[in-house]
Structure formats: structure tokens, C-alpha cells
């Protein structure tokens, strides 16, 4: 059974940082581009941030330089580095994974983890 488990938010003040995790079971972790979505209040899930099995980012243009997205296989772990934070980066986030770039989401959603940027 595929699981996925988001942890690491919380309230943080404008500028600072934040590192989200992801622990990923019961898939062959190494083979999929790992994903992290965010999806604010009333608004739809967007796309944050991908790596591809060898370590292949792209990123957001909302969050590009400022985020990034390391993996571990040997842990079948997935991170979200998130510096820099915005009010406009509060939302909920989840990871995910992928067959290919630009592909559908695979897994089922987690409960996400809560970001929250205010002073």
C-alpha cells in the first residue's frame, strides 16, 4: 500500500525558512519524480516543485531561488527546503510522485502539511 506522509510546517515569520519532509512506502522510490504541490484557500492545488530519479529540479517560477527540492533515496525520503517565505506561500503542501515530468500524480493524497507565513 502506497503512503504518503508530509510533515515540517508551521507558523513562520516573512523571510524565514521552513523544511518540509515526505516519507514515501510501499513504492519503488528510486524509479519516480518525486512532487510537491500546495494548494491555498480557495484556490486549486499548483504544482511546486519536481526531481526526477537522478536529481533533475524544476521549480515554480513563484519559487524559484528560493526553494529546493533534495531527495534521499536511501531513505525513501523527499524534502522541500522553503527559504525566503512569503505570506503568498501559505498554504497546504503535499508531495507526491509521477511516472514523468508533467505527468499525473500517481499516489493518493496525504493529509498535507500546513505552512503558514504571517508576522
Known amino acids: 500500500q502506497v503512503q504518503l506522509v508530509e510533515s515540517g510546517g508551521g507558523l513562520v515569520q516573512p523571510g524565514g525558512s521552513l523544511r518540509l519532509s515526505c516519507a514515501a512506502s510501499?513504492?519503488?522510490?528510486?524509479?519516480?519524480?518525486m512532487a510537491w504541490y500546495r494548494q491555498a484557500p480557495g484556490l486549486q492545488r499548483e504544482l511546486v516543485a519536481t526531481?526526477?530519479?537522478?536529481?533533475?529540479?524544476n521549480y515554480a517560477d513563484s519559487v524559484k531561488g528560493r526553494f529546493t527540492i533534495p531527495r534521499d533515496n536511501a531513505k525513501n525520503m523527499v524534502a522541500l527546503q522553503m527559504n525566503s517565505l512569503k505570506p503568498e506561500d501559505t498554504a497546504v503542501y503535499y508531495c507526491?510522485?509521477?511516472?514523468?515530468?508533467?505527468?499525473?500524480?500517481?499516489?493518493?493524497w496525504g493529509q498535507g502539511t500546513q505552512v503558514t507565513v504571517s508576522s
Open positions: 510501499g513504492i519503488i522510490f528510486s524509479a519516480y519524480v
Open positions: 507526491n510522485f509521477m511516472i514523468y515530468v508533467g505527468g499525473m500524480p500517481i499516489g493518493d
Open positions: 526531481i526526477t530519479s537522478d536529481y533533475l529540479t
